[in-house]
């Protein structure tokens, strides 16, 4: 069965541990603040959505530019969510990539030894 770029993409993004940990943390996080700003009165509720944009870091503010720049004033809250999914997307495909490297390099070095 031949292996096309979006399923070595898929592949990458969610079936290894690395990965799906980074993916878990994020569920995880984005859960804490739905909870958070259900629960918290008006000012606190802003508070509760610090911490998903903060664990998808590097991506993220290269993706809310782009909201920036398409809405001017205020982005509307789906996108703000949006771009916490596909930041954290992107992120897993970049640890999923580093992973199947370091692996790689891990496997030559095994065999030139050998």
């Known amino acids: 069965m031949e292996s096309g770029p979006a399923r070595t ?28 700003s259900a629960h918290a009165d008006e000012h606190g509720s802003e508070y509760a959505w610090l911490w998903p944009p903060l664990v998808t ?24 969510v949006g771009t916490v999914v596909v930041s954290a997307l992107l992120q897993s495909l970049a640890l999923g990539a580093l992973r199947q490297a370091v692996l790689a390099r891990h496997r030559r070095s ?4 050998s």
Do not use: H, Q
């Open 9 to 36: 993409v898929v592949r990458l993004m969610l079936t290894n541990r690395l990965s799906v940990a980074y993916l878990v943390l994020v569920a995880v996080v984005i859960a804490k603040a739905v909870v958070d």
């Open 57 to 80: 870091f590097p991506v993220f503010p290269l993706l809310a530019a782009l909201g920036r720049t398409a809405w001017r004033t205020d982005t509307p809250d789906w996108f703000f």
């Open 110 to 113: 095994e065999i030139s030894c």
